[in-house]
Structure formats: C-alpha cells, structure tokens
C-alpha cells in the first residue's frame, strides 16, 4: 500500500501568525495544501491516527487518500521528524545544556565526586567544563555513574555541601543528544554527534499554498491555540481563506478558549481515548542501585509530591511518601516511651521498614531514630521522643528501596500529554517544579538518555508506546454473542460501537470472553480464533469437545479482548539507517545492523525498539491510592459553521468535509467511524470509538449540548 504523510517543514510550539499572504509564493519542496484540502495542526498523540487516517498506515490498511478523493486531507505533524523526535539545526547556544549539582562533598585530591542535589549531569555534559569551589581551572566532566562524577583533574580543596556547575561539552551538535558516538540515531549523514548536544530548531511549515512557512504548532494546546488564531483573524471561509481546518488535541482545551471567539463557533468532537500510564525503566537489574529499588508503582498522589518539587527538595525514592508508610492521626507518642501505637484505619509498617529511619512532623522522634521491631499496631522505636505532641505524622523508611533522586521528565509546553498530566496529578499543578526535566512528549528515549535512566519517569501515551513496540492495541468490547453446538462453537459478535468486526483478529489471535452465561463447564475464559469472517462480524473459536451447550441468547456482553497483536517490529525504524543501504551512516551503529536486502519490497532496516523502557501499569502504590494509568479522551476541533455548512466537500460527494472525515448527524458514516477507520486507529494505538460531539464551552468538561 501507499504511505503518504505530508511532512511540510520542520517542529516547535506555539501559536500562528493571523497574516500570512504573500504576493509572491515561496519555495518549498513538500506540498502545500490547497485551498480545498483539509487542514489539521496540533497534538503529537493523534499525530499518526490521523496520518493513518488520511493515508492508511504500514501494516497494509488504507486511507482516505485510497479513494483518489479530488481533495485531501493533509495532517501537519507535530514535529519535524516522522519519529515524533524534536528537530535540530546545525549549531546553538550551550548554556541551556547547563546543570547545576548540589550537596557535593570532597576531599582534596579527589577526582570522583557524588552529587546528592540539584540536578545530576548526563551525556550532554560529559566532556564540557566543570567549576565551582574546590575545582581547579580547566577541569571537565569525564564520566558519570548514577549521582557520581568523575573529573579531568584533582580538586584542590576540601569541600562540604557545595554546588557544582556542570557545562555541555562544547558547540551542539546534530542528532538527539545522546551519549556521544555510541547511541543508535545520533549524528547526521556520516558525522557522528560528537558534542551530544543537539541544537534545537524552531521548524516551520507552510500551511497553505501561496502562504509563508510559519512556526509549526506542536502539541495540543499549541494547535488549538493557532486554530484558534484563525479564527479570530477571520479566516473562516472554508474553501476561500480558511488556513487551519481542525486541531487535534488529547486535552481538553475549553481552558484556552478566547472570549473573543464567539460563542458555540467551536465543536469539540471525540474520536477515540488513550491511557496515559507513567513509563519507567525495564531492566530489572538496573532497580538495585545503591542497594534500593526504583521500580515502584506511583499514585497520583505521589506524582504530585514528585513533579512539584523544586531543586534542593527534590525527592528519592526512598523517600517513606514514595516507598514506605506514612501515618498522619498517630495519638500515642509520648515522651520518654519508645512504643508507638499505630490507630487503626492507618498502615502499619511491615518488614521492608523494620531497621529504617522514622521521622515525625512535630519533631518529638530525635533524629537518627529507626524501627527496632513491630508487634500488631505496636511499634518500637530505637530511641524514645523527647515530647508528647499529641496527635502527629509518622513516616517510615522502606529498606530496600534506593536513596538515588528520582528524574521526572515533563514534555514540553503546549503539549496536552503535560497540560492533561499536570491535571490529572493529585492535588493538580499548574507547573511542574525545578526538579522536572523537559522533554520531547511520548519520547521513550528520554529516559533511556537520561543520566540514571533507572531513576528516571515519565508520562506517555500507551498508544504511542504500543507504535513502538510494534504492537496493535487489538480490544473490542461487545454487546453480546449467540451460539449453539458442542464445539468448536461459531459464535457472532456485535460491537458495541456498531463497528464491523476487527480484521486485524486473524486465525491464532487469543481472546478472552468473561460474563457468559451458559450449561458449559468452561463458559468463560481463553479461547484460540480458527477462523474469522469480517463481513458478518463473526469468528470461530476451538471449544473442549463437548463442554456443554451454549444457550442462544443467553449470554451476557463481553469484553472480549484481542490482546495485543504483533505487526512484526515496531513502525519505527532506526533513522541511522539509510533508505535501502544496509550500512549505517550514523556515529555508533555498527556496520550491517540495519538489514540486508536489494528492493524495497524485501528491505526492511532494524526497527526502533523500547525494549529499556515499559509503561506502568499494575502495582499498588505504597499509600494506598491506586496507580496513575488515566484513561483520556482524544479530541477534534472544528468550528461550528463547517460542522453546518451545506457545502459538500468533494465534486460527488453530499456532505461537507467535517460530515465526509469527523462526525456527521446524518445517515451517512463518517470515515473515521467506518470499519476502515476504526481499524487505522486501532493500528496507531489508540482504542476507536463512534465519534461524539459538543459544543466547546468554557467549561465544556461538563457540557452535555450536542453538536447539530
């Protein structure tokens, strides 16, 4: 099948200017839209659903584009690079490389340092100058390990709790920054990236045929903000001086929504939703660093401590808010007795704090103080409190887990993971503190290049991730089933969402069916598809011979769900590897990792992989909230007259365009809810849903009015 994503320029954030005519056109290489296509900006989520959408996906699925439609839908991605990664120019200021170390303490003479504060220098540092008191002139960073530094040269003092200042290693360089002539991707053409520090771009992008490039919009908020814009200029006409037809957004974005935009002009449309689980580290043995795991599930409650501290108060995790137990209505310390009752409703400490630090919040425990033993809801203490505060906080130092801090990474701002993120966290942010590092949304290599990529979390689409790994989000839930026989039984499933069956479910895919009534000895649980047949919604799966007879009709709705389905390698491949060369022509790939082959039909380089990183999503956080895996709407704004124009889009067709691609209350099936597009969003990742609209209000998170 034919792939075809527009990429028209390069990436960045923010909103468009209202103006963009010139008498002259300028040059560009890519297509520039025509004043009859339509045009969609915004979010890095549903950046590739809609590329799908409008273009069919790798995998063999067919888009909009397929019907030889006489306009297009074009999708202006996110980022300049069609893996989603920020773009780079070819040089830029070192300072924003930066980083500053706190706490570090040293004798004269020492040429390693641990860093316990601040921030600890990575890749990008390694090679670049170091200073600060104790550290002689023309100093650099050789090596770091977790919080330890090595250095060019001895210090020339002895030191206690002092800040180092950590440069980059000279001028940027192209390619993503990552350790220096080792990383796969880094380096441009034949010149390996040997600053690991990459240089950022503002990239741009020509919207509109006859236009000038203008920045392009990158994430949801900085979309909505530029479609928007459009509006305001008065650009409205579609077909005539409409720029920007619809922005994508996976936040909700009535908080951004101008007075001075009329009201009901916008439709807020749903399309699909997406989990956003916290990514972390996947090698095990990385989680014992200094003796401590690293790996532990965290609450929103949790996210919040740790995304809202600032540098100096940045948190470990062996912090007891993090990995041990904190009990806040404890009545019976008193003083000059080293026995705690613990209330009942509150946690008890268990065996991992038994020998770890116990801290309270008046400050009656004298410090150094640590758990000896526990008994029931009794605990001692290794030494006894010097007051009787009444009612106090106790906090619990859990054993095993790392004193390293944790690095938590926020995307960038303007995107709507960071927006829907900072939200969702508990209580919210309205910004994330000095202790979060930015970063490129839904960038699993961010943690991978991450000093300790161990310590290091993030946010992150599931949809994104599954791209990834290579793998379709294949889950349908239906509204119910009929069969009869004595197996294997044929058995025809509806979905809820009046969708035809799934067709990427072929003979072999496990399903698991739950809820189903019936005389079998088995009625519920994991079967194997023999065979499925896509027109009528049905397949057949093996049954134990003669397990009992399934009532027709009576069984109750599924979930029935497909699991995961391997596509072969994730959709990304490595960008060292030139188109059909076997050879890499980046720094640090080894020669012939990308493959071999001769046409492009047999060719296929090594794909990207996430093998180092996976999404967080079982596990009960130690205070007893449940783990942040929020499930989030994926949205479409179009302005309200297009949604009611009476102008049909296409020369045959009889409906307009948000009618033909979006969301129609007509007869008619818009494409995005036919079975070939909810199979291309199935495809990119995210779970498909009939679309629904409302008008965008002000507080459209609780608007209920339909769109007409």
């Given at each position: 099948?034919?792939?075809r994503?527009?990429k028209?320029g390069?990436?960045?954030a923010?909103?468009?200017?209202?103006?963009?005519?010139?008498?002259a056109s300028?040059?560009?290489?890519?297509?520039?839209?025509a004043?009859?296509?339509?045009?969609g900006v915004?979010?890095?989520?549903?950046?590739y659903?809609?590329?799908f959408?409008?273009?069919?996906?790798?995998?063999?699925?067919?888009?909009?584009?397929a019907s030889?439609?006489?306009?297009?839908?074009?999708?202006?991605?996110?980022?300049?690079?069609?893996?989603?990664?920020?773009?780079?120019?070819?040089?830029g200021?070192?300072?924003?490389?930066?980083?500053?170390?706190?706490?570090?303490?040293?004798a004269?003479g020492?040429?390693t340092?641990?860093?316990t504060g601040?921030?600890?220098?990575g890749?990008?540092?390694?090679?670049g100058?170091?200073?600060?008191p104790?550290?002689?002139s023309?100093?650099?960073?050789v090596?770091?390990?977790?919080?330890?530094?090595?250095?060019?040269?001895?210090?020339?003092?002895?030191?206690?709790?002092?800040?180092?200042?950590?440069s980059?290693s000279?001028?940027?360089?192209?390619?993503t920054?990552g350790s220096?002539?080792?990383?796969?991707?880094?380096?441009?053409?034949?010149?390996p990236n040997?600053?690991?520090?990459?240089?950022v771009?503002?990239?741009t992008?020509?919207?509109?045929a006859?236009?000038?490039?203008?920045?392009?919009?990158?994430?949801?908020?900085?979309?909505?903000?530029?479609f928007?814009q459009?509006?305001?200029a008065?650009n409205?006409?579609?077909?005539?001086?409409e720029v920007i037809s619809?922005?994508?957004?996976?936040?909700?974005?009535?908080?951004?929504?101008?007075a001075?935009?009329?009201?009901g002009?916008?439709?807020?449309i749903?399309v699909?939703?997406?989990?956003l689980?916290?990514?972390v580290?996947?090698?095990?043995s990385n989680?014992?660093?200094?003796?401590?795991?690293?790996?532990?599930p965290?609450?929103a409650?949790q996210?919040?401590?740790?995304y809202?501290?600032?540098?100096?108060?940045?948190?470990?995790?062996?912090?007891p808010r993090?990995?041990?137990?904190v009990?806040?209505?404890?009545?019976?310390?008193?003083?000059?007795v080293?026995t705690?009752t613990?209330?009942?409703?509150?946690?008890?400490?268990?065996?991992?704090?038994?020998?770890?630090?116990?801290?309270?919040?008046?400050?009656a425990?004298?410090?150094s103080?640590?758990?000896?033993?526990v008994?029931?809801?009794?605990v001692?203490?290794s030494a006894?409190?010097t007051?009787?505060p009444?009612?106090?906080?106790l906090?619990?130092?859990?054993t095993?887990a790392?004193?390293?801090q944790?690095?938590?990474i926020?995307?960038?701002?303007g995107s709507?993971?960071?927006?829907?993120f900072?939200?969702?966290?508990?209580p919210l942010?309205?910004?994330?503190?000095?202790?979060?590092?930015?970063?490129?949304?839904n960038?699993?290599t961010a943690i991978?290049?991450?000093a300790?990529?161990?310590?290091?979390?993030?946010?992150?689409?599931?949809?994104?991730?599954?791209?990834y790994?290579?793998?379709?989000?294949?889950?349908q839930t239906?509204?119910?089933f009929?069969?009869s026989g004595?197996?294997p039984y044929s058995v025809?499933?509806t979905?809820?969402?009046?969708?035809?069956?799934?067709?990427?479910?072929?003979?072999?895919?496990?399903v698991?069916?739950s809820?189903?009534?019936s005389s079998?000895?088995?009625?519920n649980?994991?079967?194997?598809?023999?065979?499925?047949?896509?027109?009528?919604?049905?397949?057949?799966?093996?049954v134990p011979?003669?397990p009992?007879?399934?009532?027709s009709?009576?069984e109750?709705?599924?979930?029935?769900?497909?699991?995961?389905t391997?596509v072969g390698?994730?959709?990304?491949l490595d960008?060292s590897?030139a188109?059909e060369n076997?050879?890499?022509?980046?720094?640090?790939?080894?020669?012939?990792?990308?493959g071999t082959?001769?046409g492009?039909?047999?060719?296929?380089?090594?794909?990207?992989?996430?093998?180092?990183?996976?999404p967080?999503?079982?596990g009960?956080?130690s205070d007893g909230?449940?783990?942040?895996d929020?499930?989030?709407p994926?949205?479409?704004?179009?302005?309200?007259a297009?949604?009611d124009?009476?102008?049909d889009?296409?020369?045959?067709?009889?409906?307009?365009w948000?009618?033909t691609?979006?969301y129609t209350t007509k007869?008619?099936?818009?494409?995005i809810?036919?079975?070939?597009?909810q199979?291309l969003?199935?495809?990119?990742?995210v779970?498909?849903?009939?679309?629904?609209?409302?008008i965008?209000?002000?507080?459209?998170?609780?608007?209920?009015t339909?769109?007409?």
């Amino acid at each position: 099948m034919l792939h075809r994503t527009f990429k028209l320029g390069l990436v960045a954030a923010t909103a468009l200017a209202a103006a963009l005519p010139l008498l002259a056109s300028p040059a560009y290489a890519d297509y520039a839209p025509a004043k009859n296509d339509v045009v969609g900006v915004g979010s890095d989520v549903l950046q590739y659903m809609i590329d799908f959408l409008a273009n069919g996906d790798a995998y063999g699925d067919s888009g909009f584009g397929a019907s030889n439609p006489h306009y297009l839908l074009v999708n202006i991605d996110a980022t300049a690079d069609a893996n989603g990664r920020l773009a780079y120019g070819v040089s830029g200021g070192a300072a924003q490389g930066t980083v500053v170390g706190t706490g570090a303490t040293f004798a004269s003479g020492a040429t390693t340092i641990t860093v316990t504060g601040g921030t600890v220098p990575g890749p990008t540092q390694v090679g670049g100058a170091v200073s600060g008191p104790g550290i002689a002139s023309g100093t650099t960073l050789v090596s770091v390990s977790f919080d330890t530094v090595t250095l060019s040269a001895a210090t020339t003092a002895s030191e206690s709790n002092v800040s180092l200042t950590f440069s980059p290693s000279g001028e940027c360089t192209p390619g993503t920054g990552g350790s220096p002539g080792v990383d796969t991707g880094t380096g441009n053409g034949t010149t390996p990236n040997t600053g690991g520090y990459p240089c950022v771009l503002n990239p741009t992008v020509v919207l509109r045929a006859g236009t000038q490039a203008v920045q392009r919009p990158n994430g949801s908020t900085a979309g909505f903000l530029a479609f928007q814009q459009d509006i305001l200029a008065g650009n409205n006409t579609f077909g005539s001086n409409e720029v920007i037809s619809f922005a994508r957004a996976s936040s909700q974005e009535s908080g951004n929504l101008s007075a001075s935009v009329p009201t009901g002009a916008i439709d807020q449309i749903t399309v699909a939703t997406d989990p956003l689980p916290m990514l972390v580290n996947a090698n095990p043995s990385n989680h014992a660093l200094d003796g401590g795991k690293t790996d532990y599930p965290l609450s929103a409650q949790q996210l919040s401590i740790i995304y809202g501290a600032n540098n100096g108060s940045c948190l470990t995790w062996n912090d007891p808010r993090i990995s041990g137990v904190v009990d806040t209505s404890v009545t019976s310390v008193t003083s000059g007795v080293d026995t705690v009752t613990i209330p009942s409703g509150d946690t008890v400490p268990g065996a991992n704090e038994v020998g770890g630090a116990v801290t309270d919040s008046s400050g009656a425990i004298p410090g150094s103080t640590t758990l000896v033993s526990v008994s029931g809801h009794t605990v001692t203490l290794s030494a006894a409190p010097t007051a009787s505060p009444g009612t106090d906080t106790l906090s619990f130092t859990n054993t095993l887990a790392s004193s390293d801090q944790i690095i938590p990474i926020i995307p960038q701002v303007g995107s709507g993971t960071r927006s829907y993120f900072l939200k969702s966290v508990v209580p919210l942010l309205s910004n994330p503190g000095t202790c979060a590092q930015v970063a490129e949304e839904n960038d699993p290599t961010a943690i991978h290049n991450s000093a300790v990529p161990a310590d290091a979390i993030e946010p992150m689409s599931y949809g994104r991730y599954l791209l990834y790994a290579g793998e379709q989000n294949s889950q349908q839930t239906v509204s119910g089933f009929t069969s009869s026989g004595s197996g294997p039984y044929s058995v025809t499933f509806t979905t809820s969402n009046g969708a035809t069956f799934n067709q990427n479910w072929v003979a072999g895919t496990t399903v698991t069916v739950s809820g189903v009534t019936s005389s079998a000895t088995a009625p519920n649980g994991t079967f194997t598809i023999t065979s499925v047949n896509d027109a009528d919604s049905q397949f057949t799966v093996s049954v134990p011979s003669n397990p009992g007879t399934y009532t027709s009709g009576g069984e109750a709705a599924g979930p029935v769900n497909g699991g995961l389905t391997d596509v072969g390698g994730g959709y990304f491949l490595d960008p060292s590897c030139a188109y059909e060369n076997s050879t890499a022509t980046s720094g640090g790939t080894p020669a012939n990792s990308c493959g071999t082959g001769g046409g492009t039909s047999a060719f296929k380089p090594q794909s990207v992989t996430v093998n180092d990183v996976t999404p967080q999503q079982t596990g009960t956080p130690s205070d007893g909230n449940a783990i942040f895996d929020p499930t989030r709407p994926l949205y479409i704004y179009v302005r309200s007259a297009d949604l009611d124009s009476t102008k049909d889009w296409q020369p045959t067709g009889t409906t307009n365009w948000v009618q033909t691609l979006f969301y129609t209350t007509k007869s008619t099936t818009p494409f995005i809810d036919s079975a070939e597009g909810q199979v291309l969003l199935d495809d990119a990742g995210v779970t498909p849903q009939i679309s629904t609209c409302v008008i965008l209000t002000t507080s459209a998170s609780t608007s209920t009015t339909p769109c007409t």
